[in-house]
């Protein structure tokens, strides 16, 4: 897997000149022509990025559906993250990139709060689509940190700093806009999450894991792990994890009042390796053992 591993060398990339500060930079797309190199069929970038494209041509995937959109897209990715550029398919338009190095995070807050931004963890195609009202807000943040980065001094990180603190607030806030604008669409998918799960618990799915994980659910949704815990968090109030506890837990209770199995027998028939795994988490959500609850039952 090839890595872009400094600012410097995603300039070069893009046929730009070096960057004004070594760890952070705004890219204007229309200024940028991406170079025909191999790196670009599979690649990974050891910095931040924040793409704020307009007037982005065809379709935006979002998950495993598409839609059009003809106003802003806003998509982040994490370093390390695998990524591929179709060069003889890509239409980006106009818009901008900024790009920071984790190292110009170090001995300041946002080093530590950055990892609780969940949408740098999302898959890229779970993008964020602006009105032309919030686009102009982060174009204004986009603007003064270009400028901060014209003259460096001691002032220079506090201030960018600052101001990329601000735009990932903006952020957070569209992502829960878009969450509750797409309400019909969640509604389509909270329904077939809880017959995914319905059919775990049932025995009737396809593909049948020892013990129902996050993972799995995310998979058969076709979303990302932390899109599909947002996503549940933000009309639920519980995330993936809690709601596969839940469901579970109930489904013990159900074979603890009804059926003479023994707790290992349906700690096994829930997907468990170990039953005290099971009696452990029991005991965690309801203040009783299997066999306390059960005894307190009958």
């Not at 000149?17 to 204007?28: C, D, K, T």
């Not at 960018?160 to 604008?181: A, D, G, H, K, P």
């Not at 506890?245 to 028939?269: D, G, P």
Request: with cysteine.
């Amino acid at each position: 897997m090839n890595a872009i591993n400094t600012i410097s060398e995603f300039h070069r990339l893009l046929s730009l000149p070096e960057p004004r500060h070594p760890l952070v930079s705004v890219i204007n797309l229309a200024e940028s022509i991406f170079l025909e190199d191999d790196v670009w069929k599979g690649f990974v970038n050891r910095f931040y990025c924040v793409a704020l494209k307009r007037e982005a041509k065809g379709k935006i995937r979002y998950g495993q559906q598409h839609y059009d959109y003809d106003k802003g897209v806003l998509s982040f990715t994490a370093p390390n993250q695998v990524q591929y550029l179709d060069l003889n398919n890509m239409e980006c338009g106009s818009g901008y990139l900024l790009i920071f190095h984790p190292d110009f995070l170090l001995a300041h807050p946002l080093a530590t709060q950055i990892n609780s931004y969940s949408f740098f963890s999302y898959a890229v195609n779970e993008a964020l689509h602006l009105s032309a009202e919030e686009e102009d807000d982060l174009f204004a943040i986009l603007n003064k940190i270009d400028k901060e980065c014209l003259h460096i001094d001691k002032h220079t990180q506090e201030i960018t700093l600052s101001q990329i603190e601000l735009l990932l607030n903006y952020s957070n806030r569209f992502y829960e806009r878009q969450f509750i604008t797409r309400k019909n669409h969640n509604h389509q998918l909270l329904a077939k999450f809880e017959r995914l799960i319905d059919e775990y618990f049932d025995g009737k799915a396809k593909t049948q894991p020892e013990l129902l994980t996050v993972q799995h659910m995310a998979q058969l949704m076709n979303l990302s792990p932390n899109y599909l815990s947002d996503l549940l968090r933000m009309h639920t109030g519980q995330n993936t994890q809690q709601h596969i506890h839940q469901r579970l837990i109930e489904k013990a209770k159900e074979k603890l009042s009804t059926t003479n199995l023994s707790v290992s027998e349906i700690a096994y028939a829930l997907g468990f390796e170990h039953a005290q795994s099971f009696s452990t988490l029991f005991k965690k959500k309801t203040s009783l053992s299997p066999l306390e609850f059960r005894q307190a039952f009958n």
